[in-house]
């Protein structure tokens, strides 16, 4: 029992460590609040480009804002597989279909968490978007691959998996509700809900679209997966926009301990939020930022997204 309990809590752990670490990459958002010439959105989506390899992570909100800013961007989506769906919202799901019927040779593979299509009835007793277009998007060629643990989906780009929540970071309505496996009728605390991670030579990398499981109780998941090593660049949306200043100082206080050098807070972080984590942290403007369309994170820092 004690040998089987052992190699259970180690094993991702060991499979990691089999991972090859990401060299070069480029994380841009194609899918913010806030943008300069871009289209600007309540929605999230960016296009990871590691070592090679490309995956898009989510697909914003409104059906043309990726295409047009991508195309704006200077940035060809032709040929990507892999699309990631961080959870079931709308604001993260709701371009799928028009990239796939605009870029047809894209996005046959959408890597989703165990969840996802839960049953989530609606005041109009309508099934929420993504389920009511799973249909849809299979007959368009697009498969979807379901992770509930933590797994390499491409050279060494990892999703999280189901995250456990260890600290009460409740950031959703609390008044959704879903039907489980078993029929159940239970709060909707979006399950699904899955991050991106890669790790490089001074740290890993973080991508999350809303961190509805919680910020911190995703940076622990992850160093629990990788011990030892900082997490040292974060982006994306983290669901800080109504915290209390009690808890983002204990926010910032986590990020710290986890190794958190650079921070870029888009969508549904909050302006204010993402500066008071700033503060909190002692970070400069240029390595914590709010994000906009067209900003972008390499080896070597975050370049904020502006026309040049």
Same mark, same amino acid.
């Given at each position: 029992m004690k040998k089987t309990f052992l190699i259970a809590l180690f094993a991702p752990c060991i499979i990691f460590g089999q991972s090859p670490q990401i060299q070069n990459f480029k994380i841009t958002i194609l899918s913010t609040m806030l943008s300069d010439t871009h289209i600007g959105e309540w929605g999230f989506s960016a296009i990871i480009e590691a070592d090679g390899e490309r995956i898009l992570f989510d697909t914003g909100? !409104?059906?043309?804002?990726? +295409?047009? $800013?991508?195309?704006? &961007?200077?940035?060809?989506?032709?040929?990507?597989?892999?699309?990631?769906?961080?959870?079931?919202?709308?604001?993260?799901?709701?371009?799928?279909?028009?990239?796939?019927?605009?870029i047809s040779n894209s996005f046959s593979n959408a890597h989703i968490g165990e969840g996802i299509f839960y049953l989530r009835p609606n005041s109009d007793? !309508?099934?929420?978007?993504? +389920?009511? $277009?799973?249909?849809? &998007?299979?007959?368009?060629?697009?498969?979807?691959?379901?992770?509930?643990?933590?797994?390499?989906?491409?050279?060494?780009?990892?999703?999280?998996?189901?995250?456990?929540?260890k600290y009460d970071e409740k950031n959703w309505s609390?008044?959704?509700?879903?039907?489980?496996?078993?029929?159940?009728?239970i709060e909707d605390v979006i399950p699904e809900d899955q991050s991106l991670f890669f790790d490089t030579k001074k740290g890993i990398v973080l991508i999350s679209g809303c961190g509805h499981a919680g910020l911190v109780n995703t940076l622990e998941h992850i160093i629990n997966i990788i011990p030892n090593r900082p997490i040292y660049k974060i982006l994306g949306g983290f669901h800080l926009l109504k915290l209390s200043e009690d808890k983002l100082?204990?926010?910032?206080?986590?990020?710290?301990?986890?190794?958190?050098?650079?921070?870029?807070?888009?969508?549904?972080?909050?302006?204010?939020?993402t500066y008071s984590i700033r503060n909190n942290m002692g970070l400069s403007s240029k390595k914590a930022l709010v994000g906009s369309v067209g900003t972008y994170v390499t080896k070597d820092g975050i370049f904020p997204g502006y026309m040049e």
């Open positions: 909100s !409104r059906e043309n804002t990726v +295409l047009l $800013n991508a195309e704006e &961007l200077n940035i060809d989506l032709g040929g990507i597989k892999d699309v990631f769906l961080s959870h079931n919202h709308s604001d993260h799901t709701g371009g799928l279909i028009s990239l796939k019927k605009n007793g !309508r099934a929420h978007y993504i +389920l009511r $277009n799973k249909n849809k &998007l299979e007959t368009m060629g697009v498969n979807f691959i379901n992770h509930k643990k933590p797994t390499q989906i491409m050279k060494g780009i990892w999703t999280t998996g189901q995250i456990p929540r609390q008044v959704g509700k879903l039907i489980d496996r078993k029929g159940n009728k100082n204990w926010t910032a206080k986590k990020m710290k301990e986890a190794g958190v050098e650079y921070f870029v807070g888009a969508h549904c972080t909050g302006i204010n939020s």
